[in-house]
């Protein structure tokens, strides 16, 4: 499955002005990296891939909506997806794509 274009740019639409990043096809989605960390990700399985604060998984994962993804059969701390639903308005969007700035900004620059 192809990544969310809309999505993407939607995404994108929030980070224009707010901090410097840059684009890369990664995870079989379109990222976005923060000092060349990955922030969030408009992702091929559909919804949003995102970083976040390892330790604040399972505040975060209390939403509806979002869920830690499953690498290698493996639930990731840190590591969230977040259904399209829980991303359908502006505010929404700009709430989690704010968490994946948050924590890829707190990240060394690669």
Do not use: H
Not at 80 to 103: F, H, N, P, S
């Amino acid at each position: 499955m192809a990544y969310d274009e809309l999505l993407a740019d939607r995404i994108r639409g929030v980070l224009i002005g707010k901090a410097d990043f840059t684009e890369k096809k990664m995870f079989g989605g379109l990222a976005f990296l923060i000092g060349g960390n990955m922030a969030v990700s408009a992702s091929g399985n559909g919804g949003m891939l995102l970083r976040a604060e390892p330790e604040a998984s399972d505040e975060l994962c209390a939403t509806t909506g979002v869920e830690r993804a499953v690498m290698r059969g493996k639930a990731m701390d840190g590591w969230l997806r977040v259904a399209d639903e829980a991303i359908d308005t502006d505010e929404d969007l700009e709430r989690w794509v704010q968490v994946g700035i948050d924590y890829a900004s707190s990240l060394p620059p690669k």
